[in-house]
C-alpha cells in the first residue's frame, strides 16, 4: 500500500514536471521566428520583489539659507544646479571595467593505512569455522583491512572581462543622509538578439560631475548585470537535460 502511493506521487511530481516542460516548449515553439519581446517601461518600486534601501545613517543635516541671498548651503554652483538631486531625476553611469584575474592552484594528498585483528575466541563458534573451512581458516589473523587513499587536484582560472558604456539611470530613492539610490536598465534588439544592460546601487551627490554623470566604481553596493536573450545566447547554453545530468550525476 505505502509502495502504491509513493509510485502515484511519484507519476504526480513527474507529470506536473512533463507539463510544465510542454508549456515552456509550446510557448519556445510558438515564438519561432519572432524577435524577443522588450519589457515595458514600468516604475521598479512597484515591480516584484522590489524592496527599499534600508541602512544606518546618521541624523539628517538641515540646509540654511540667508536671508536676501541667493545662495544656499547646499549649492554646489550659483546658478541652478542641472545635476540629479530628487526622485526620478536622470543621472548617466559610466561603467569602464577591464578586470583580468589569473589563479592557478594544484593539491595532493595520499595516505595509507593498515588494520590487523585476530579473534582466537568468537563467542564458541571458532570451532564452527573449523568444522566447516578445516583449512581455511586461522583464528589469530580472521581479519585484515588495507586502505590506500590518494588525491590529486589541479585547477587554472584565467578570466578577462572589458565593459565600456555610457547608461541613464533613475533615481528610484533618497537616503535619511542624502545619498541617492539609481536604478537603470536598458535593452538592445538587434537581429534577434537582446542585449540587457542593468545597473543598481547607492551614490554620493557629491561624487556627481557637474555633466551629471557619475563613474561606475563610485556606487556603492552596485549590482552590474550584462546579459542577452535570444538565439544566440540560447545556443551557448547547455540543453536541459545536460544541466539536469550535471546536477544530479555524482560522478
Known amino acids: 500500500m505505502i509502495q502504491h502511493r509513493k509510485m502515484i506521487k511519484f507519476g504526480l511530481v513527474a507529470l506536473t514536471c512533463s507539463a510544465l516542460s510542454a508549456c515552456g516548449t509550446a510557448d519556445r515553439i510558438a515564438k519561432i521566428g519572432q524577435a524577443p519581446e522588450m519589457a515595458p517601461i514600468e516604475n521598479a518600486t512597484t515591480q516584484h520583489g522590489y524592496q527599499p534601501v534600508s541602512l544606518p545613517m546618521p541624523a539628517p543635516q538641515k540646509f540654511t539659507q540667508q536671508k536676501n541671498s541667493l545662495w544656499a548651503s547646499d549649492r554646489q554652483t550659483f546658478f541652478k544646479d542641472q545635476r540629479a538631486s530628487d526622485i526620478g531625476d536622470i543621472i548617466t553611469v559610466i561603467i569602464d571595467i577591464n578586470d583580468t584575474a589569473e589563479l592557478d592552484n594544484e593539491s595532493s594528498r595520499s595516505r595509507t593505512s593498515n588494520e590487523n585483528a585476530d579473534l582466537p575466541s568468537l563467542l564458541g563458534y571458532e570451532l564452527a569455522l573449523d568444522r566447516i573451512l578445516p583449512q581455511g581458516v586461522d583464528n589469530t589473523d580472521l581479519i585484515d583491512f588495507d586502505s590506500i587513499s ?79 536573450e535570444g538565439q544566440i545566447t540560447d545556443m551557448q547554453q547547455p540543453r536541459y537535460g545536460q544541466q539536469l545530468y550535471d546536477i544530479v550525476f555524482p560522478f
Do not use: C, W
Open 150 to 228: 590518494k588525491h590529486t587536484g589541479t585547477g587554472t582560472v584565467e578570466r578577462e572581462e572589458k565593459v565600456e558604456m555610457r547608461m541613464a539611470a533613475l533615481v528610484t530613492q533618497i537616503l535619511p543622509n542624502g545619498n541617492m539610490v539609481v536604478n537603470g536598465r536598458q535593452e538592445v534588439l538587434v537581429n534577434f538578439e537582446k542585449r540587457i544592460f542593468q545597473i543598481d546601487g547607492v551614490i554620493r551627490p557629491e561624487d556627481i560631475t557637474v555633466e551629471n554623470t557619475i563613474s561606475y566604481d563610485k556606487i556603492a553596493e552596485a549590482r552590474i548585470i550584462y546579459g542577452g
